[in-house]
């Protein structure tokens, strides 16, 4: 790593890719391979960006995101670090504060927790203490929310908590599109990005574009995507919940409801103008989150529409997130515990009028 700085990237690349003409064939890649990809890219682009933390190097990373890195740049720019996050997020701050671009990968995100202080205080306030003197780029990612039979300790979003801070930029990518471009976006920006990853997540494929593919390919930071258009009902969701949302799109349009998906992408900044302008069109919100419901993700979608476009609404807003527990081990309960696509269609029908009268039901 000390190595490193001696060195000074000659170019400054663009916060996102320019206009450029591609063929519009696609090829699948996983989730996994466009982080990987991503970061070999940004490495290979400037001698400032480094990997640090638990096993990323010799083991190739807990999930193989690294593969290939350590033989390729070499212990200087991928470290391995102790069992310390407190410790190796403190060094990446150090670092950033000194020019670098530290990626500091967390085993999960539950990790985080034992360095929050170096995320919160060291690296997230430091631009605006110094009067914008002290820039930190540094990037924290790893995997966040539930995954399968780990338990209440291991299976946290943590989405909410980082997106409160000022001073922080989070991010959570969906597709191998979002993790690519995101992730290039996260490297490049000037300033912290808790990075937001879904275990479940690494091992899906999804069709890549050529554009996607090019080494200078970037997603602008704020920005969602509408992964699907519609009429009826708008529903916002990130990570995982966007292919869930999507699912339940396909049953809804069975019933004749035209529901627009949005992949928020970017959980701060939210791109409320996008949220906005769709609910203003369907005249109904439904929010889907993994996280718990309180002070959540889908409480400030709500809070938004309901300051910028109350009048638009022709139904109470929606709000679908994790039960207001901790996690269950058993996987009866686990399943429980987090939503489900019915739970989505059940909310979208009741939000156009749709739902079936309980003594129908019963």
């Not at 890719?17 to 070999?40: G, M, P, Q, Y």
């Not at 605006?128 to 946290?156: D, E, K, L, T």
């Not at 801070?165 to 976006?185: F, H, I, T």
């Not at 699907?228 to 809804?252: F, N, P, Q």
Request: proline share 6%; aromatic share 8%; with cysteine.
């Amino acid at each position: 790593m000390f190595g490193v700085i001696k060195h000074k990237a000659q170019s400054i690349r663009p916060a996102f890719s320019a206009i450029r003409h591609f063929s519009s064939a696609a090829k699948e890649i996983t989730v996994r391979e466009a982080l990987n990809t991503a970061l070999d890219e940004e490495m290979s682009a400037d001698p400032k960006v480094f990997l640090m933390g638990e096993e990323v190097g010799e083991y190739q990373g807990a999930y193989k995101i690294s593969k290939g890195l350590l033989e390729k740049y070499g212990p200087e720019r991928v470290l391995d670090t102790p069992i310390t996050e407190a410790g190796f997020a403190g060094i990446g701050v150090g670092a950033a504060y000194y020019g670098l671009r530290p990626v500091v990968e967390f085993m999960t995100f539950n990790f985080s927790m034992q360095a929050i202080d170096h995320i919160i205080n060291s690296a997230a306030k430091s631009n605006y203490m110094s009067a914008g003197q002290i820039s930190v780029p540094i990037v924290f990612r790893g995997p966040n929310g539930a995954a399968a039979g780990v338990g209440a300790q291991h299976s946290q979003c943590y989405a909410s908590w980082y997106a409160s801070c000022p001073g922080l930029k989070v991010l959570s990518p969906y597709s191998s599109e979002d993790a690519r471009g995101l992730l290039k976006a996260a490297i490049r920006d000037p300033d912290p990005v808790v990075f937001l990853e879904n275990e479940l997540l690494y091992g899906e494929s999804f069709p890549v574009s050529a554009e996607a593919l090019d080494s200078s390919f970037c997603l602008p930071i704020g920005k969602a995507k509408i992964e699907r258009e519609g009429k009826d009902v708008t529903i916002t969701a990130y990570s995982k919940m966007v292919g869930y949302a999507l699912k339940a799109a396909e049953t809804l349009a069975k019933e004749g409801i035209s529901a627009e998906v949005i992949n928020l992408r970017s959980i701060r900044p939210l791109d409320r103008s996008t949220i906005n302008a769709s609910v203003r069109k369907t005249n109904r919100l439904v929010t889907v989150e993994e996280g718990f419901p309180q002070h959540g993700v889908g409480a400030e979608i709500c809070t938004s529409v309901i300051e910028e476009s109350f009048g638009y609404l022709d139904a109470p807003v929606e709000r679908i997130a994790g039960a207001d527990v901790p996690m269950p081990y058993a996987a009866n309960l686990e399943r429980l515990a987090v939503p489900q696509i019915e739970d989505i269609v059940r909310a979208a029908k009741r939000a156009c009028h749709r739902s079936v009268p309980l003594a129908a039901a019963a």
